[in-house]
């Protein structure tokens, strides 16, 4: 299962297609937002600056490398990522919120094909998230305690690139 919560969450409203075209979800251990893929980030702004309660409020879209599929993470209290910015799984790019079209807070996930609206895929069948009110464990704890950073280190005019991974 992957979210973006990197622990236990709620599902707040299922997937119903063009009725609603991806997943309501709530933390519960954390606020923090993840990336759920390796990607770069598309959109990082206000659905409508001059109005702060449509739409999606304050989101993100990453489009997955290799891929024309795009993530949506809509109604962010705060962004953390910029556009352009590769992101990759776990990094986290905003704080839950209740802005734009919300009642509470909350995170609105899909996948929209091109970045297109009514372009929408089954997060539920992408992400493993069960199309299902209810409170579920993405089962990343575990692997918080390994750590994974890309480094480039320049020494004596050299660059190295490498990935450094605590246990
Ligand atoms: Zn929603």
Redesign the pocket.
Known sequence: MNSPYMGNFRVT?EYKGTA?D?L?LVGIDSKEVHSTVNGTVQIARWENPDNHSQGFGQFVAVRQDNSDDWYYF?HLSEIKVAVGQHVRITDVIGIEGSTGRSTGSHC?YCVRTGGIRGQHRNISEISGIPNTLGIYDDGYRESKNTVSKNVTLTIDGVTYCGTLTSQ
């Open positions: 409203q609603h991806g309501d809509g609105h």
